[in-house]
């Protein structure tokens, strides 16, 4: 079964205070895999789509990594405003829907 | 920048009561998806669209809902009978092509079911 683990569930920064987020996947076959933002109340927001293992995407203070079965969001030197819950999805081959991990919810604290 | 538009932001109504949430996707957008996500738990695929019919539907999408696009701009859900598990936020997604390419996802309709 076409599955996403992520982890920490919540996490707790000091801003500028650098860290990673986990998502853990199992899937029949990877089209893609895809981080969004999601900031309370609101839709998920688009950040990245990486495609193959050892790919990387960076964006201002976040860089997105990716391997056979893990991916990684790297905050670098987080600011308040970066506070959201990060959600990785997958998208399995032979299918257009996104199947979504729990987020990891990040506070980052003046 | 295009974004997707869905409407109403909250709605409220009564067990076994109808209800139909709207979405304007981007306006250049092929393929349609709609997900829920219920409080404090995982966004969750219901159907895609494309041309004028369902492409693919999960196990939550049964009878008692629907999708159609009325027109060139609407895309709707409906749910003929809410029963208080259809409480969740609905959001609405659409992109260029199918496949690999990026859903772009509208800010949601809150929908509690009383």
């Known amino acids: 079964e076409d599955q996403v683990t992520q982890s920490p569930e919540a996490l707790r920064l000091q801003e500028g205070e650098s860290s990673s987020l986990n998502c853990s996947y199992t899937?029949?076959?990877?089209?893609?895999l895809f981080w969004y933002r999601q900031d309370p109340g609101k839709g998920p927001e688009f950040l990245f789509t990486?495609?193959?293992a050892g790919e990387e995407k960076e964006k201002e203070r976040l860089k997105a990594t990716l391997t056979k079965k893990e991916s990684f969001l790297h905050i670098t030197a987080p600011k308040p405003e970066d506070s959201a819950t990060y959600l990785c999805a997958v998208q399995p081959y032979n299918t257009d829907k996104l199947i979504f991990g729990t987020g990891t919810r990040l506070q980052v604290f003046p | 920048e295009p974004e997707v538009t869905q409407t109403p932001s909250h709605q409220v109504t009564q067990m076994g009561q109808e209800v139909i949430l709207r979405c304007v996707p981007i306006?250049?957008?092929?393929?349609f998806y709609w997900y829920r996500q219920i409080l404090g738990q995982k966004v969750e695929f219901l159907v895609s669209f494309y041309n004028n019919e369902i492409s693919e539907k999960s196990e939550i999408f049964d009878d008692q809902f629907s999708v159609e696009r009325p027109d060139g701009s609407n895309f709707t859900l409906k749910i003929r009978s809410t029963k208080l598990e259809d409480s969740a936020m609905y959001f609405c997604a659409s992109t260029s092509g199918g496949g690999i390419e990026t859903q772009y996802f509208g800010p949601g309709t809150r929908l509690l079911v009383l």
């Open positions: 306006s250049n957008h092929l393929y």
């Open positions: 990486l495609y193959s």
């Open positions: 899937v029949s076959g990877l089209r893609g």
